[in-house]
């Protein structure tokens, strides 16, 4: 069963959703990549992708901003973390990345 999705602050019923936009930049991209597109489809495409990549950069900033204030201690200063399982993945590094 699917959860319902509620829109973010700010948004309105007629703005998709980040996933929903996702998978149309991911379509385009298919079709470009293709290459049978005109040159006219393809600046139409690609116009449409821009579009929708500053969409989503946009979203994505709203949605830091949310959990940075949500992650906040009680003085107001951003309270971090380690990840669960981190301690394990660093040991024995030194600081060096794993590639």
């Known amino acids: 069963m699917r ?6 602050a700010g948004a309105t019923a007629a703005d998709p959703a980040f996933e929903a936009m996702m998978e149309r930049l991911e379509a385009l991209v298919e079709r470009l990549e293709e290459g049978n ?26 949605a830091e901003k949310r959990i940075q204030k ?20 660093d040991e024995g590094r030194d600081g060096e990345l794993p590639f």
């Open 3 to 8: 959860r319902k999705e509620t829109p973010a």
């Open 37 to 62: 597109l005109s040159l006219e489809e393809s600046i139409k495409s690609f116009e449409e992708g821009v579009d929708l990549v500053r969409r989503c950069t946009t979203v994505l900033g709203e």
């Open 70 to 89: 949500l992650t906040r201690d009680a003085e107001g200063n951003p309270a971090t973390a380690p990840l669960e399982g981190d301690d394990e993945a």
